[in-house]
Each structure stands twice: as C-alpha cells, then as structure tokens.
C-alpha cells in the first residue's frame, strides 16, 4: 500500500521544547516537502530536499530544521525559536522529473500546539 | 512570496448546480495545478495544466489557463455534497522542482 504518512496526527508542545515531526514515504519519490498551514491561509514552504543528504530552506524556514539521511524520510523539527509553531503541517513528496509534469503527495498532516 | 490568487474566497452553492473558482497569478508559469483539501487532511492532486493547453478535463473537473491573463478557472459540475471542500491553484514556475500555492476556495455545497 503505497503512500506518505506523518506522526504523530496531533501533538502538543510546551514553550521552549523543540519536537520532531515524522514523514515518510514509500512512492520512492526523490523530492519531498514541509509545508505550514495556518487557518484560512494557503501552504507555506518550510524546507524541502530533491535528493538524500540534500535540502533547502523555502520561505519560512527560521525556527525550523530538517534532515534527509534516508529517501524515505523527512523528519521535521520545529526549534525553541519558532515562536509561533502552533499550525497544521504538511509533507509531500514527488517523483523525479521536476514539478513540470509531476504531482505532489501529501501526507494527513500534524496538528502542532503550543500550550 | 504569494503567486496565485484565488477567487472568491468562498462559495456556498446549492447541490446540482455548477462551481466555478478563479486562479490569477502573477509571473510566467510552467504549469498549474489544482488541489482539493477536505476540512483537517491533506491536499490531494486534482489536475494540472501545462503553459502551452488551454482547456484540460477529468470527470466533472473542467480546467481552463489563459497565459495572456495569467488566469485560471476550475468548474466543477453537477456538484455533490461531497465537494465540499477548500481548493487550491499551485503555480510551477520551474525553478528548483517547487510549486506556490494560493489561499485557496472554500467551497460548501448545499443539501
């Protein structure tokens, strides 16, 4: 059964923790993406990487780091330095070829707050 | 860095009845796309539309792209309380394997 899936679906941070969001994929896509979605609003890169052991920052990326050991996986952690974390966050990720002729798949989300 | 723009911003239609949303954007594309979200889930891949077509269909979904106008619509016909849901124009400008999303339409279909 092929798909992206995240975890946790919701979590709950205290101000000052640093947590970590799980994606993984197994569509063996090449690229994959962190987005943030906050209520009402469109989606938001965070950081996304086209191949292992690359990434790059999108256009939010402050108070946010990744890593890409492996192809299937893209964790996302949100740093005591985000100081607005609380969001749904999504991943996605896309075959190989560029986004000219390629779809992304995105996984459920993760509901982050902040107490 | 916002590219596309829908419009409206939200629409309550009766179930039958046709669905019309608008997409503008700003700069030259490669392609766009259009993604529908249910209420709490993930974005899942409805069309996409290469610079170079002008009308693209898939079921109910009509798709058109105006490059002159850097304009899209997406029709949905025959609409069903099951489309209920906020939509999204993507806009790939061909750099680095990226895509920008809009704000989206939220679309509520009526009983």
């Known amino acids: 059964d092929g798909g992206i899936t995240q975890s946790p679906k919701y979590l709950f941070r205290k101000e000052g923790q640093n947590v970590t969001l799980s994606c993984e994929q197994n569509l063996n896509h090449d690229a994959m993406y962190w987005y943030r979605q906050d209520p009402g609003q469109g989606l938001r890169l965070i950081y996304y990487s086209q191949i292992v052991n690359d990434f790059q920052k999108g256009d939010i990326a402050e108070g946010y780091s990744v890593s890409r050991e492996k192809k299937e996986s893209f964790p996302l952690t949100v740093t005591s330095a985000q100081k607005n974390p609380t969001a749904f966050y999504l991943c996605?990720?896309?075959?190989?070829?560029?986004?000219?002729?390629?779809?992304?798949?995105f996984g459920p989300g993760t509901r982050l707050t902040v107490l | 860095s916002q590219q596309g723009e829908e419009d409206p911003q939200a629409l309550s239609i009766q179930e039958g009845e046709n669905a019309t949303m608008n997409c503008s954007y700003k700069t030259s594309i490669n392609n766009l796309q259009w993604y529908r979200q249910n209420s709490g889930r993930g974005l899942v891949h409805l069309i996409l539309i290469r610079s170079n077509e002008r009308e693209k269909h898939s079921g109910r979904l009509r798709v058109t792209l105006d490059t002159s106008k850097k304009s899209s619509s997406l029709l949905i016909t025959a609409s069903r309380a099951a489309d209920t849901a906020s939509y999204f124009c993507?806009?790939?400008?061909?750099?680095?394997?990226?895509?920008?999303f809009g704000k989206g339409t939220r679309l509520h279909i009526l009983p």
């Open positions: 993507a806009t790939d400008l061909n750099r680095d394997d990226k895509i920008i």
């Open positions: 996605a990720s896309m075959t190989s070829g560029g986004s000219s002729y390629n779809e992304q798949f």
